[in-house]
């Protein structure tokens, strides 16, 4: 049999099964069948519900109960954090809900050592320790590769799993910097319902519900829902989105589960692209770029017709099949439908009247600068198109077992996957080419949100090229008591790519003809990873691990001539760390060591520039991090992560590298040396609760720039907080975003900066049923 039948017979099996299932769920809700009774149940029926009560509340700890966790899915199976040697951040539900983070991206800002690059095309790439996260894949949803650009909502999700450190042995391909897992809601058995409305500043308004539903003994149902509005979100870009999820789960806790979801969400924001650099005179160097002074965090210098839309469409089925207390097998197949339609404007400083045309080979004076910048001075907007589909097609069987050999305690880890991504990506006609040319109007610094527009709905698109990668990896890992105390941890995968690119160019002034380019590249690869764990008590557990990692050139869906015959970068993750609890447990303290390598990076060959890339590269990054999590005392609790990277340097690369952070002794880009996020809330009364935080990153340049390099500013972001509980079914709440209305650099990149969001003010309403 081939892989394609294969592959087309598990999925058709996997299907009819859950169909199968979901029907004799329909069933049980129509004639709900009493628990098994424990042999030793009496005969009151309230002696015989304790155990269910009691079932449920150790198999599902819920996010929104506290901001410390203890287990994590994460790693592969459901394992305890102190058994995982390797650092894992866990923003919760709670956490979430209290500082109103409605995207991933705020999540993600509010843990340390993330960074965020305004990339091309809107394709804002998230950075951790330095290294690449959204662009090589590396976001997952419930375990699976969730890798398309689109702007992801929190709305269903019960928390967000932040794993640092090279985790290709776990993953897959990607994972240098670490992975980033959302973690949904799921059904469980016990009847809740919320409604939750926020009102705020620019109009914003957002109404979520979550309701969950038993239905049957072992069969439960889980819908929430999120519409969300605004006229700005604080750094000048509109929000309209709203989104659903539906689950039902089934013989939940059983040797068979088996769960069905869908998830929607769309997208039709706005999108601000960004706003350039200036220098201090016209004399001055890039080194003393910055940025633009004065302006109100809001302010957009877009047209109003740009705009950010998106959608994705995701449905899976999943079953578990348990063997017993210590052993089971998880299954999920998942379809993945994504849209994306960017229409932005790139701002840039606009001549003055009067300068000469640029003579080719000549650099021409800044435009603009901190001596001369004024109301009036121009801005200029560019064309920026990003339109896209992709499909997924995802297979995905996980085992974890606990038993017991020669003579030690095991947990074995064992798995594999199966992916197909389809991508195609299209591009806007110019009127020379059987389209339309559309000129954007100018604009200037004294005149933000003026209201200009062109007509975006005219635009004749094309096919630009198609991505189709199919990927194929198993894994296993084994975790080994040998002594009291001590374990040791050892897994290896391995991994298979085959990915076929095709570029479709038209000449510049005609419609036809098509001159098709292809490229194709196939990549085996493995993975590994080796821990030691020390736990010499229940309340400590100490870890050293080492683990590799791979990017292959087609993580971004595409090859050109050169990255289609590059052999993929290789990355190793050295860590030292510890887990700590306090003696009552409420209080989890994590510390790390790091230090990552990216062992070849791509550079450009002198040799055959015009066939290959050279593995030429090497660069580090080096430091020490913190998480601590949970309650100081009975009404203070608290979060902090805090990561501090001294040592971050380019050691080689090729002669022909002139881009600042790819030399060598270059400080890589987006890496501040200091970056974290803290956040404390204390129960004045048993009605009140007030809180605060504080975000902050150090100086930190863009990544790729030619010499010389600028930094952007460091910055300190302040929030508030404080909840009023009338009773157990309404909760007041009040939050006040950026208090200060600090002006910073949120994400960067060579050409350009966008700000992060001004100050907000957010009413919350929640009401349980």
Same mark, same amino acid.
């Given at each position: 049999?081939?892989?394609?039948?294969?592959?087309?017979?598990?999925?058709?099996?996997?299907?009819?099964?859950?169909?199968?299932?979901?029907?004799?769920?329909?069933?049980?809700?129509?004639?709900?069948?009493?628990?098994?009774?424990?042999?030793?149940?009496?005969?009151?029926?309230?002696?015989?519900?304790?155990?269910?009560?009691?079932?449920?509340?150790?198999?599902?700890?819920?996010?929104?109960?506290?901001?410390?966790?203890?287990?994590?899915?994460?790693?592969?199976?459901?394992?305890?954090?102190?058994?995982?040697?390797?650092?894992?951040?866990?923003?919760?539900?709670?956490?979430?809900?209290?500082?109103?983070?409605?995207?991933?991206?705020?999540?993600?800002?509010?843990?340390?050592?993330?960074?965020?690059?305004?990339?091309?095309?809107?394709?804002?790439?998230?950075?951790?320790?330095?290294?690449?996260?959204?662009?090589?894949?590396?976001?997952?949803?419930?375990?699976?590769?969730?890798?398309?650009?689109?702007?992801?909502?929190?709305?269903?999700?019960?928390?967000?799993?932040?794993?640092?450190?090279?985790?290709?042995?776990?993953?897959?391909?990607?994972?240098?910097?670490?992975?980033?897992?959302?973690?949904?809601?799921?059904?469980?058995?016990?009847?809740?319902?919320?409604?939750?409305?926020?009102?705020?500043?620019?109009?914003?308004?957002?109404?979520?519900?979550?309701?969950?539903?038993?239905?049957?003994?072992?069969?439960?149902?889980?819908?929430?829902?999120?519409?969300?509005?605004?006229?700005?979100?604080?750094?000048?870009?509109?929000?309209?989105?709203?989104?659903?999820?539906?689950?039902?789960?089934?013989?939940?806790?059983?040797?068979?589960?088996?769960?069905?979801?869908?998830?929607?969400?769309?997208?039709?924001?706005?999108?601000?692209?960004?706003?350039?650099?200036? %220098?201090?005179?016209? /004399? =001055?160097? &890039? !080194?003393?770029?910055?940025?633009?002074?004065?302006?109100? *965090?809001?302010?957009?210098? $877009?047209?109003?017709?740009?705009?950010?839309?998106?959608?994705?469409?995701?449905?899976?089925?999943?079953?578990?099949?348990?063997?017993?207390?210590?052993?089971?097998?998880?299954?999920?197949?998942?379809?993945?439908?994504?849209?994306?339609?960017?229409?932005?404007?790139?701002?840039?400083?606009?001549?003055?009247?009067?300068?000469?045309?640029?003579?080719?080979?000549?650099?021409?004076?800044?435009?603009?600068?901190?001596?001369?910048?004024?109301?009036?001075?121009?801005?200029?907007?560019?064309?920026?198109?990003?339109?896209?589909?992709?499909?997924?097609?995802?297979?995905?069987?996980?085992?974890?077992?606990?038993?017991?050999?020669?003579?030690?305690?095991?947990?074995?880890?064992?798995?594999?996957?199966?992916?197909?991504?389809? %991508?195609?990506?299209? /591009? =806007?006609? &110019? !009127?020379?080419?059987?389209?339309?040319?559309?000129?954007? *109007?100018?604009?200037?610094? $004294?005149?933000?949100?003026?209201?200009?527009?062109?007509?975006?709905?005219?635009?004749?698109?094309?096919?630009?090229?198609?991505?189709?990668?199919?990927?194929?990896?198993?894994?296993?890992?084994?975790?080994?008591?040998?002594?009291?105390?001590?374990?040791?941890?050892?897994?290896?995968?391995?991994?298979?790519?085959?990915?076929?690119?095709?570029?479709?160019?038209?000449?510049?002034a005609a419609a036809e003809p098509t001159t098709t380019t292809s490229y194709r590249q196939k990549i085996s690869k493995f993975s590994h990873r080796v821990g030691l764990l020390f736990q010499p008590s229940e309340l400590q557990s100490y870890h050293f691990s080492y683990g590799s990692s791979f990017n292959t050139s087609g993580d971004t869906y595409s090859y050109n001539a050169l990255s289609a015959n590059t052999p993929p970068e290789s990355s190793v993750n050295f860590e030292l760390g510890a887990r700590l609890e306090s003696a009552n447990k409420q209080l989890s303290t994590r510390v790390a060591l790091f230090h990552a390598v990216k062992k070849n990076e791509r550079n450009l060959d002198p040799d055959t520039a015009a066939t290959r890339l050279l593995l030429s590269g090497r660069r580090h990054s080096s430091g020490a991090e913190i998480d601590i999590a949970g309650r100081i005392e009975k009404d203070w609790e608290v979060f902090l992560s805090y990561v501090w990277t001294p040592n971050a340097r380019v050691d080689e690369a090729a002669s022909t590298v002139t881009t600042v952070g790819n030399r060598v002794g270059d400080r890589p880009g987006l890496s501040p040396k200091h970056s974290g996020a803290i956040w404390t809330t204390y129960q004045l009364t048993p009605k009140l609760r007030l809180g605060g935080g504080v975000n902050f990153r150090s100086r930190q340049a863009p990544a790729d720039v030619t010499a010389p390099s600028w930094e952007a500013?460091?910055?300190?972001?302040?929030?508030?907080?404080?909840?009023?509980?009338?009773?157990?079914?309404?909760?007041?709440?009040?939050?006040?975003?950026?208090?200060?209305?600090?002006?910073?650099?949120?994400?960067?990149?060579?050409?350009?900066?966008?700000?992060?969001?001004?100050?907000?003010?957010?009413?919350?309403?929640?009401?349980?049923?």
């Amino acid at each position: 049999m081939n892989p394609i039948e294969m592959k087309q017979r598990l999925i058709a099996g996997a299907v009819a099964t859950a169909l199968q299932t979901l029907a004799a769920a329909g069933s049980h809700a129509q004639a709900p069948q009493p628990a098994p009774r424990p042999s030793n149940a009496s005969d009151n029926p309230e002696t015989t519900l304790k155990p269910v009560v009691v079932k449920e509340k150790a198999e599902a700890p819920l996010g929104k109960d506290a901001v410390q966790a203890t287990t994590t899915t994460s790693a592969k199976g459901n394992q305890p954090l102190r058994d995982v040697p390797q650092s894992i951040t866990v923003v919760t539900e709670k956490l979430i809900n209290e500082r109103n983070l409605d995207t991933v991206k705020d999540v993600l800002h509010n843990t340390a050592g993330v960074t965020f690059q305004a990339a091309e095309g809107g394709e804002e790439d998230i950075r951790l320790r330095g290294f690449s996260l959204a662009t090589t894949g590396d976001i997952y949803l419930d375990g699976m590769r969730d890798a398309a650009f689109y702007d992801r909502d929190t709305f269903n999700l019960d928390r967000l799993d932040l794993l640092r450190g090279s985790a290709s042995m776990l993953f897959g391909r990607g994972s240098t910097g670490g992975v980033a897992n959302q973690v949904s809601k799921a059904p469980h058995r016990l009847d809740e319902r919320s409604l939750s409305l926020t009102l705020g500043s620019y109009a914003y308004r957002r109404v979520t519900a979550d309701i969950n539903q038993r239905v049957a003994e072992d069969t439960a149902v889980r819908v929430t829902a999120m519409h969300t509005k605004a006229d700005n979100n604080g750094a000048g870009s509109s929000i309209d989105k709203q989104g659903i999820a539906a689950a039902i789960r089934h013989g939940i806790g059983e040797r068979d589960e088996f769960q069905a979801s869908v998830f929607y969400l769309d997208n039709n924001n706005g999108i601000n692209y960004g706003l350039p650099w200036i %220098r201090p005179t016209a /004399a =001055a160097t &890039s !080194a003393g770029n910055t940025i633009i002074p004065g302006l109100d *965090p809001q302010a957009y210098y $877009g047209l109003a017709s740009d705009y950010n839309a998106g959608k994705a469409t995701v449905a899976t089925l999943s079953h578990i099949h348990r063997f017993g207390s210590d052993t089971e097998v998880k299954t999920q197949l998942r379809q993945g439908a994504y849209k994306r339609d960017l229409r932005a404007s790139a701002i840039r400083f606009a001549p003055p009247p009067g300068t000469p045309p640029a003579t080719p080979g000549v650099p021409q004076p800044p435009f603009a600068t901190l001596a001369n910048l004024a109301g009036t001075t121009g801005l200029t907007r560019g064309t920026n198109l990003k339109i896209q589909d992709l499909d997924t097609t995802q297979l995905q069987s996980d085992l974890s077992s606990k038993f017991a050999a020669f003579g030690m305690k095991h947990h074995l880890l064992a798995g594999f996957d199966f992916a197909r991504d389809d %991508r195609t990506v299209f /591009a =806007a006609r &110019s !009127a020379a080419q059987g389209g339309v040319t559309l000129a954007k *109007p100018t604009t200037a610094i $004294g005149t933000p949100d003026d209201g200009a527009s062109v007509d975006e709905a005219t635009r004749v698109l094309r096919v630009g090229n198609d991505f189709v990668a199919k990927a194929w990896g198993a894994y296993a890992q084994d975790t080994v008591e040998f002594a009291s105390a001590w374990k040791f941890v050892g897994g290896l995968r391995y991994d298979n790519l085959d990915g076929r690119y095709n570029n479709y160019a038209i000449p510049t002034a005609a419609a036809e003809p098509t001159t098709t380019t292809s490229y194709r590249q196939k990549i085996s690869k493995f993975s590994h990873r080796v821990g030691l764990l020390f736990q010499p008590s229940e309340l400590q557990s100490y870890h050293f691990s080492y683990g590799s990692s791979f990017n292959t050139s087609g993580d971004t869906y595409s090859y050109n001539a050169l990255s289609a015959n590059t052999p993929p970068e290789s990355s190793v993750n050295f860590e030292l760390g510890a887990r700590l609890e306090s003696a009552n447990k409420q209080l989890s303290t994590r510390v790390a060591l790091f230090h990552a390598v990216k062992k070849n990076e791509r550079n450009l060959d002198p040799d055959t520039a015009a066939t290959r890339l050279l593995l030429s590269g090497r660069r580090h990054s080096s430091g020490a991090e913190i998480d601590i999590a949970g309650r100081i005392e009975k009404d203070w609790e608290v979060f902090l992560s805090y990561v501090w990277t001294p040592n971050a340097r380019v050691d080689e690369a090729a002669s022909t590298v002139t881009t600042v952070g790819n030399r060598v002794g270059d400080r890589p880009g987006l890496s501040p040396k200091h970056s974290g996020a803290i956040w404390t809330t204390y129960q004045l009364t048993p009605k009140l609760r007030l809180g605060g935080g504080v975000n902050f990153r150090s100086r930190q340049a863009p990544a790729d720039v030619t010499a010389p390099s600028w930094e952007a500013p460091s910055y300190a972001t302040l929030d508030l907080f404080s909840e009023y509980k009338f009773d157990d079914r309404f909760t007041l709440k009040a939050n006040v975003v950026n208090a200060t209305n600090k002006y910073y650099a949120d994400a960067l990149y060579r050409g350009h900066y966008v700000p992060g969001a001004g100050r907000l003010l957010q009413l919350n309403l929640n009401m349980g049923f």
